[in-house]
């Protein structure tokens, strides 16, 4: 049995508790699609613990489309993006507004609307760079601990990637500022303003996108094998030399 937009039925998770006890040893009976709203997992975890295995389905990557131009420019959603580049910007504009409206405050975001679009565009500024709390604080007006809290919701959300640094000191890892992006390109795009037809490698932020399109088709193709990822990004080490 397969229930769509299951999050909109949180009733749903206990009812099937008892289905799935009944059966342990017969997997694969239900499956449960939609948004992976904080308020579903929350469910999830209270009832279905040992039970279930979430699945993460990205955009469209490399390995299932032939169109990498348009993959790159329009992103990996299908409507606005790879399998419908002429409704780019237009579909993807009405997402992030979609999501920065109703979604998100809905999911447990506490910022206005205006403040998360305004987030939105400073992210994909940033797009690639080192990820300076106070630097987006000030200019959002806001500390630097809420912020982080507005990001938490973003990359919960799947919207952004907070990619973290090497480093063999575990402690050294947790607390060393991470690497921010957005996590389909075509979003990243149309908040960067980039106007259809344009060349795409004159722009100033190329690289930036570039890097974090192949981060994404990397791992979004290890996911579609089964195979787990500890993404880290090398971070530069300067060697400072006593002079004579």
Request: glycine share 8%; hydrophobic share 45%; aromatic share 10%.
């Amino acid at each position: 049995m397969v229930f769509d937009e299951a999050q909109h039925w949180p009733e749903l998770f206990r009812r099937l508790r008892g289905a799935i006890d009944a059966r342990r040893k017969q997997n694969g009976r239900f499956v449960l699609l939609g948004s992976i709203a904080p308020s579903l997992m929350r469910d999830v975890s209270e009832s279905r613990a040992g039970r279930m295995a979430a699945l993460e389905l990205t955009p469209f990557y490399l390995g299932e489309v032939d169109h990498l131009d348009r993959l790159w420019r329009c992103g990996g959603f299908p409507d606005g993006g790879v399998l419908g580049g002429d409704a780019y910007p237009v579909w993807q504009e009405n997402y992030v507004r979609a999501m920065a409206e109703r979604d998100l405050p809905m999911w447990g975001l506490p910022a206005k609307s205006m403040v998360t679009q305004r987030l939105f565009r400073m992210i994909a500024a940033e797009q690639g760079a080192i990820l300076n709390l106070s630097k987006l604080g000030q200019s959002l007006g806001l500390s630097h601990h809420t912020v982080n809290a507005y990001l938490d919701h973003l990359e919960g959300a799947f919207l952004i990637r907070r990619l973290p640094p090497f480093e063999a000191n575990l402690r050294k890892r947790l607390v060393r500022a991470p690497r921010l992006y957005w996590r389909d390109s075509g979003l990243l795009h149309a908040l960067l303003r980039f106007p259809p037809g344009e060349d795409l490698l004159a722009q100033p932020w190329v690289g930036a996108s570039w890097e974090g399109f192949v981060i994404e088709q990397i791992l979004s193709a290890r996911a579609a094998r089964g195979e787990s990822s500890d993404a880290h990004f090398f971070a530069a080490m300067t060697v400072t030399r006593p002079t004579s």
